[in-house]
């Protein structure tokens, strides 16, 4: 069974950073392109940011820009977000997921999911 388990998340200040980890179990994770979602209450799922089997390769949403960096370590199954500079309208419910169908960074390619994890910026 397929179990992706976030943590990590939590309240900051408008500035500050925070880093996600994404524990990934019943899959083996080098096969598998892994990437992380966000939602607000009312708005669609946007794109954080996806990587690579080999981690060698990035791609990030235009919200994020280079304040965030993805990142993973196979021997562990974690994939990590680094998030600095953070801004009130970066506060969300933030997923990670996981897919082996073909190139790493489509967007809808995603099938598993984790539960998320609330991150919330005050101003």
């Known amino acids: 069974q397929v179990q992706l388990v976030e943590s990590g998340g939590g309240l900051v200040q408008a500035g500050g950073s925070l880093r996600l980890s994404c524990a990934a179990s019943g899959v083996t994770f080098s096969n598998y392109a892994m990437g992380w979602f966000r939602r607000v209450p009312g708005k669609e799922r946007e794109f954080v940011a996806a990587i690579s089997r080999s981690g060698l390769a990035t791609e990030y949403g235009d919200s994020v820009g280079n304040r965030f960096t993805i990142s993973r370590d196979n021997a562990k199954n974690m994939v990590s977000l680094q998030m600095n500079n953070l801004r009130p309208e970066d506060t969300a419910v933030y997923y990670c997921?996981?897919?082996?169908?073909?190139?790493?960074?489509?967007?809808?390619?995603?099938?598993?999911w984790g539960q998320g994890t609330q991150v919330t910026v005050s101003s």
């Open positions: 997921a996981a897919h082996n169908e073909g190139f790493y960074a489509v967007r809808n390619a995603f099938y598993y």
